[in-house]
């Protein structure tokens, strides 16, 4: 894989890792 395509991935994924702990955080607050 090149050095850019493996960077997109991991911006990628980490966006949606992200994204993943931003809604549980969400989730968890209480409303």
């Known amino acids: 894989m090149c050095l ?5 991935f991991t911006n990628d994924a980490m966006k949606r890792s ?7 955080k969400i989730r968890n607050q209480p409303n």
């Not at 992200?18 to 549980?24: I, N, R, T, W």
């Open 18 to 24: 992200k994204m993943k702990v931003l809604k549980e």
């Open 4 to 8: 850019l395509c493996q960077w997109v």
